[in-house]
Nanobody, 125 residues
Framework: VQLQASGGGLVQAGGSLRLSCAAS????????MGWFRQAPGKEREFVAG????????GYSDSVKGRFTISRDNAKNTVFLQMNSLKPEDTAVYFC???????????????????WGQGTLVTVSS
């Protein structure tokens, strides 16, 4: 499985960005997907997750109400729409795919089997 994240960049506080993660190499439509982020000197943390169909989603408390995860199984792509960005959202954002079957979304790094290379989001104040 290969995951390619894109869409990061520099944005002012209050602005928006849309991240994309294109998947190849396996049955994307049966995989739960997630977005994580890692700020300098910090642990990688869960941001948002989505189940295989898109019917079930979950968010960390820090992004709830501002970020939206979605997926297009026909295009093997998962998205993260980020609105009302804050300087504390600055991090490298990683997409992840779960290789094992499941019906829900997942919040733990250990639940995911494949990781993309990350895309940098920088929010200036």
């Amino acid at each position: 499985v290969q995951l390619q994240a894109s869409g990061g960049g520099l944005v002012q506080a209050g602005g928006s960005l849309r991240l994309s993660c294109a998947a190849s190499g396996r049955a994307f439509s049966t995989s739960a997907m997630g977005w994580f982020r890692q700020a300098p000197g910090k642990e990688r943390e869960f941001v948002a997750g989505i189940n295989w169909s898109g019917a079930s989603t979950g968010y960390s408390d820090s992004v709830k109400g501002r970020f939206t995860i979605s997926r297009d199984n026909a295009k093997n792509t998962v998205f993260l729409q980020m609105n009302s960005l804050k300087p504390e959202d600055t991090a490298v954002y990683f997409c992840a795919a779960r290789g094992r079957l499941g019906t829900t979304y997942y919040t733990e790094k250990s639940e995911y089997d494949y990781w993309g290379q990350g895309t940098l989001v920088t929010v200036s104040s």
